[in-house]
């Protein structure tokens, strides 16, 4: 039954009257949780080290030493943050916050790399395991492909952990290609990264 606005003075029995109130909580709850994107600034180096360290320690906590996530991490991901946001804005490429009420939940990096044969790299992704789910993600990635369209780019590539099976499935449910492993270290621990590709 379509949602109808009542006369003033017009009577509605209660089960109406339940009905609207209950249509105006839902459209009131959808408005108080929307995801927000915005371009970040200087002053939000602490608070995305702060999401990119919560992120970490979540995912790779049975892939990295809980050592390293716990004691190593935060200070790394502190200075990384506080040293890349000071670049002027044309240096550090595309950074964004992704807040819900105002309260950041996740955040996305971008930059064009020297090797361009993959295009734009996305660099970083993150949404706080509280807030997945939200689509807060996909409005990210949808925010660094227009940013690499307006760069006359046509193609995106990230990598991914690949003992990461939970951004894997991610990115592959949302049209990423795989595109070959190569080998690295994230502080003493080896790890196999996987690149994916997305045409933009």
């Known amino acids: 039954m379509p949602f109808q ?19 105006l909580h839902e459209v009131t709850d959808m408005a108080e949780n929307k995801i927000l994107l915005r371009v970040a600034e200087h002053d939000d ?6 999401l990119h360290t919560r992120s970490w320690q979540a995912a790779y906590c ?10 190593k991490v935060p200070a790394e991901h ?23 009420n ?7 990096s971008a930059e064009n790399v020297d090797d361009s044969s993959h295009g734009t790299l996305l660099d970083c992704l993150h949404v706080l395991p509280t807030h997945q789910g939200c689509g807060a993600g996909k409005l990210m990635i949808a925010a660094v492909r227009g940013w690499t369209r307006e760069r006359n780019q046509n193609l995106m590539h990230l990598y991914v952990l690949d003992a990461n099976a939970r ?6 449910r949302n049209g990423w290609r795989f595109a070959g492993t190569k080998a690295s270290y994230i502080d ?13």
Do not use: C, K
């Open 102 to 108: 105002g309260t950041p939940v996740g955040f996305v």
């Open 5 to 23: 606005w009542a006369a003033i003075g017009q009577h509605l029995p209660d089960n109406h009257v339940a009905t609207i109130v209950s249509h």
């Open 62 to 71: 049975d892939i990295l030493p809980a050592a390293y996530l716990l004691e």
């Open 78 to 100: 502190a200075s990384h943050w506080e040293n890349y946001m000071a670049r002027p804005a044309e240096a550090r490429g595309l950074v964004m916050l992704a807040e819900r």
């Open 167 to 172: 951004a894997i499935a991610f990115y592959e």
């Open 45 to 50: 180096a602490w608070s995305i080290a702060r």
């Open 188 to 200: 003493t621990t080896p790890v196999i990264d996987r690149r994916y590709l997305i045409d933009v």
